[in-house]
């Protein structure tokens, strides 16, 4: 698979700064939903690189398991660090929210297409 489809929620992370700067958005709302990105990929990565090794051991319930809690766990720490940014300044949750919706639907495109154009890969 391509890195640009692989890296796009990244490479909307990063053109989305300027943009914040340039238009004066709140920092703080980039920098909460940058972070919690950040952290939840990472720890779906970690968690992608464990179920790996479980699947080579033939441990398949166990990796389903593993992903399916690491997905819900990222969704919840993105959530809840919106929400605690957004109680503590309405305008920096919005931005926020409206980052991490971008980078969302950015992460979905980009596995769809890698799943159409490149079906022999695993992801």
């Given at each position: 698979m391509p890195a640009l489809?692989?890296?796009?929620?990244l490479v909307v992370l990063a053109l989305a700064l300027p943009v914040f700067l340039v238009f004066g958005f709140p920092?703080?709302?980039?920098?909460?939903a940058a972070g919690a990105w950040l952290v939840g990929?990472?720890?779906h990565l970690a968690a992608e690189r464990h179920a790996m090794s479980s699947l080579r051991a033939g441990n398949r319930r166990g990796a389903l398991g593993l992903m399916a809690a690491a997905t819900l766990g990222r969704?919840?720490?993105?959530a809840l660090a919106i929400l605690l940014v957004g109680l503590a300044d309405r305008e920096s949750g919005l931005a926020a929210a409206l980052l991490a919706a971008a980078l969302v639907t950015t992460l979905l495109a980009s596995q769809a297409f890698a799943r159409l154009l490149y079906p022999e890969e695993e992801s």
């Open positions: 489809l692989r890296w796009a929620d920092m703080l709302g980039y920098a909460v990929r990472g720890l969704v919840w720490l993105v």
